[in-house]
């Protein structure tokens, strides 16, 4: 059975610095893997996906990750953070037939 | 653009009380699925539909039942509401069925239903 981890449950950056979210994941075969953003009182929304193409995801908002499958990892980064970007994000994995699973979440905090 | 659509947004309920979130899509999606939200816990999936006429148990679904009524149609009810099931109940869809789902495609949500048990 697949599983996720989020190392940390909250991350502080200042506005302009890198964005660095972990994620490890563990899966039988080969994943894909997810990653969503939630602002504050809304639905979740597609960041980026890794479906076994190139290891390097691009997302919306200037976010990317990269697959490493030797290091079962999956981290989020963006070069420089903006005060929209403070949200709770979620590490989702998924193989074969099984629905997703999801990270327990790290929330970003982004000070000015 | 609808999207997903869950019903009510708020409620209050009495322990012991009984009642159903509705959630409908309008993108003709096959697969659809039940999340509940709790602090520190991520998303867990109660309840999911493969597609039209099937449900399968998630990772929590003691308490709840589900019925897909049509494919556009997927609702959870909670038959005697306990304070455990206080919770951010979130109601989501995929094209494809959980084949589909697990090879990448992505999860289309709803905006959520806040649900307090007293």
């Known amino acids: 059975a697949q599983s996720v981890t989020q190392l940390d449950s909250h991350v502080s950056v200042s506005e302009g610095t890198p964005v660095l979210l972990r994620c490890n994941y563990s899966?039988?075969?080969?994943?894909?893997l997810f990653w969503y953003v939630q602002h504050p009182n809304k639905g979740l929304q597609l960041l980026l996906k890794?479906?076994?193409?190139?290891?390097l995801v691009k997302g919306i908002n200037g976010f990317e990750a990269e697959f490493k499958k030797s290091e079962t990892s999956f981290h989020l980064t963006k070069p420089s953070a903006h005060m929209s970007d403070a949200a709770e994000y979620f590490c989702?994995?998924?193989?074969?037939?099984?629905?997703?699973?999801f990270g327990k979440g790290t929330r970003l905090s982004v000070i000015a | 653009n609808a999207g997903v659509t869950q019903t009510p947004k708020f409620q209050v309920l009495k322990t012991g009380q009984s009642m159903t979130l509705q959630c409908a899509q309008d993108?003709?999606?096959?697969?659809m699925y039940w999340y509940r939200q709790d602090p520190g816990m991520g998303l867990r999936l109660i309840y999911y539909?493969?597609?039209?006429?099937?449900?399968d148990k998630g990772e929590v679904p003691n308490g709840y039942n589900v019925s897909r009524l049509n494919k556009r149609e997927f609702s959870l009810r909670l038959e005697s509401a306990a304070p455990s099931q206080t919770s951010v109940y979130f109601c989501?869809?995929?094209?494809?069925?959980?084949?589909?789902?697990?090879?990448?495609?992505?999860?289309?949500f709803g905006s959520g239903t806040q649900l307090s048990v007293l």
């Open positions: 989702v994995v998924s193989d074969r037939n099984t629905p997703l699973v």
């Open positions: 899966s039988s075969y080969s994943p894909s």
């Open positions: 890794y479906t076994s193409a190139a290891t």
């Open positions: 993108m003709n999606h096959n697969s």
């Open positions: 539909s493969a597609s039209e006429g099937t449900t």
């Open positions: 989501a869809s995929a094209g494809g069925t959980v084949r589909g789902t697990g090879r990448g495609e992505k999860l289309f």
